[in-house]
């Protein structure tokens, strides 16, 4: 396989892991976020300062890196999780824009704006795939599981699902829990990728991307996020020779998507069931 | 029952001074009331009056501000889930039923807190042997069930939870009145299956007729309670509440 198709496949692999972890906040618990670069960036940072100042093997490093932006998830989440609305989306926009600019500013620890370079590149091919297919593995687990119908249900309907006994606060932070931990992770990987990280990869642009991935998906489908990823990166990549009109070519799909199939990609079914029966009922 | 032997028996839920704000406006100002092991209990008022809040304060679904709710001897978690756990439901106002599953689905989400209760499918034979409705309509989307069939699958689904007590808030809402008559007769059988029941109505005299006792709750406070039939003699009532009635004082006034 030539080097080009390997970075795709990689790259594909990292944008499908954080593709995941907002999927399971936004499609299947309901709220909606514009500040995931930020568990994205901790987890790059994290990730790279160990590796590259401490010393520490990569593979510690990453999940070290989904592990603080879990404890950041935890601290925005129990104080805004516990209104009910689209009052974590705001906390998000400032929660991203916030970590953007201590990254910027923090000169001693970060290096500031110029960026962090010299990341060993851990990520090969392996280390990416493997990733992503345990990742995946566990978060279809986790969707079918109870956990994954709290999250549907409190989606579905807040208070219906509080006064049926679901401890719906909980949920929604442990939600967030996880899918910090996806971005984290993804965040890392993709340090170990490009070797040279920098503040302004992860501004609102990217958290954006990521949840217009999800919608362009289908919001409540885990195959259909991946799949949306699968085809904006690939949009993205095969234009790389026109690259003037790369974005045009990726803003126009967003919307012939968006009108055709409000709905996404996949609407809220999985792949599996769209298989087995085509015309089946929603899931 | 009379009222020394109310006072003697302990009440199976009991509400003390209940305040409850939204923000400046105070919506619940000092509820004191007693449910008993039983019986159904009704509180009727018109719009706004607090019912709904009362229900809510219950369930842990809006702050307490200050008062305490006992279930026999437990004071009332101020987390909806567990309030569910120590044995309290409510079928909520507007029914709330979950439209993309079927009826068989909805009523497995009541059961979700039992988790792995092996009695939980006794518990659909239950349901359905109440409401055989349900039960015709078992593998449908909730969303497509007419207005009638709803609430009785909100009540089928509150009943899951096997609860001490059972709330609901306006069972009778939008619908006709030959269906509010068929749930208010299903509410009597469940009643006689030893459910203790709390509700609250803006349609008083259903209510209270199905009831064994009311309590009146006008802006915030209880201000007036007794039996059931006593209720529905009352001039007040009748007039503020039940139509055609003719009170001498200025109607709602007259009972505070």
């Known amino acids: 396989m030539s080097g080009y198709a390997e970075g795709i496949i990689i790259l594909l692999c990292i944008n499908a892991i954080a593709a995941m972890g907002v999927s399971l906040l936004t499609g299947f618990t309901g709220i909606f976020s514009l500040g995931h670069a930020a568990y994205m960036a901790l987890g790059a940072y994290t990730s790279a300062i160990l590796t590259v100042q401490h010393g520490v093997h990569f593979f510690p490093a990453i999940l070290l890196g989904g592990v603080v932006a ?10 805004t999780l516990r209104l009910m609305g689209d009052y974590y989306a705001i ?31 851990y990520t090969s091919l392996p280390i990416a795939v ?9 978060m279809f687990n986790l969707i079918n599981s109870r956990f994954g119908r709290a999250c549907k249900a409190c989606r ?28 984290g992770v993804a965040g890392a990987l993709l340090g170990g990728f490009l070797s040279f990280i920098q503040p302004v990869m992860f501004d609102m642009l990217k958290s954006t991307e990521l949840t217009a991935v999800v919608v362009f998906g289908g919001l409540g489908s885990m195959s259909g ?36 199939r409000p709905e996404g990609i996949m609407g809220n079914r999985e792949l599996l069931s769209w298989i087995k029966d085509p015309f089946g009922r929603r899931s | ?56 304060a219950i369930m842990g679904m809006v702050r307490r501000e200050k008062g305490e709710i006992l279930l026999g001897d437990v004071k009332l978690d101020s987390r909806s889930f567990r309030v569910v756990q120590q044995g309290i439901s409510l079928s909520p106002e507007g029914r709330k039923v979950f439209a993309p599953l079927t009826v068989l689905e909805n009523l497995k989400m009541g059961a979700f807190p039992r988790g792995n209760d092996s009695k939980v499918e006794e518990d659909y034979e239950w349901v359905f042997s109440l409401f055989p409705r349900l039960k015709e309509r078992i593998s449908q989307y909730a969303g497509t069930l007419s207005g009638g069939e709803q609430q009785m699958l909100a009540i089928g689904r509150a009943l899951m939870s096997r609860p001490k007590v059972l709330l609901l808030d306006e069972p009778s809402l939008g619908l006709a009145p030959i269906i509010i008559k068929d749930i208010f007769k299903e509410l009597r059988r469940i009643n006689n299956e ?19 006792r009311g309590y009146v709750i006008q802006t915030g406070r209880l201000v007036t309670e007794g039996p059931s039939e006593e209720l529905l003699a009352n001039a007040d009532i009748k007039a503020a509440y039940l139509g055609g009635g003719h009170a001498k004082g200025k109607t709602t006034q007259a009972l505070a």
């Open chain 1, 130 to 138: 493997g990733f992503f297919v345990i990742l995946a593995i566990f």
């Open chain 1, 70 to 79: 879990v404890a950041l998830a935890y601290f925005i989440g129990v104080p």
């Open chain 2, 194 to 212: 030893g459910v203790t029941i709390l509700l609250v109505e803006q349609n008083a005299r259903q209510a209270l007729l199905l009831s064994n």
């Open chain 1, 225 to 260: 996020c991946i799949l949306g990823t699968a085809v904006i990166t690939l949009v993205t990549e095969l234009f790389r020779p026109i690259s003037q009109y790369r974005m045009l070519i990726y803003g126009a799909v967003l919307v012939i998507i968006m009108v055709l």
């Open chain 2, 1 to 56: 029952m009379s009222d020394a032997v109310m006072n003697e028996k302990k009440a199976l839920l009991e509400v003390h001074d209940l305040h409850v704000s939204y923000g400046a406006i105070k919506a619940l100002s000092g509820v004191s009331l007693k449910v008993f092991e039983g019986e159904i209990v009704s509180v009727i008022g018109s719009n706004g009056a607090g019912k709904s809040t009362l229900m809510n």
């Open chain 1, 156 to 183: 579905d309907d807040y208070i219906a699902s509080s006064l049926l006994g679901f401890n719906t606060a909980r949920i929604r932070v442990v939600s967030l829990m996880i899918s910090a931990f996806y971005c």
């Open chain 1, 91 to 121: 906390a998000s926009i400032g929660l991203g824009e916030a970590i953007r600019l201590i990254l910027e500013n923090w000169q001693s620890v970060t290096r500031g704006a110029r960026g962090y370079p010299g990341i060993d590149p």
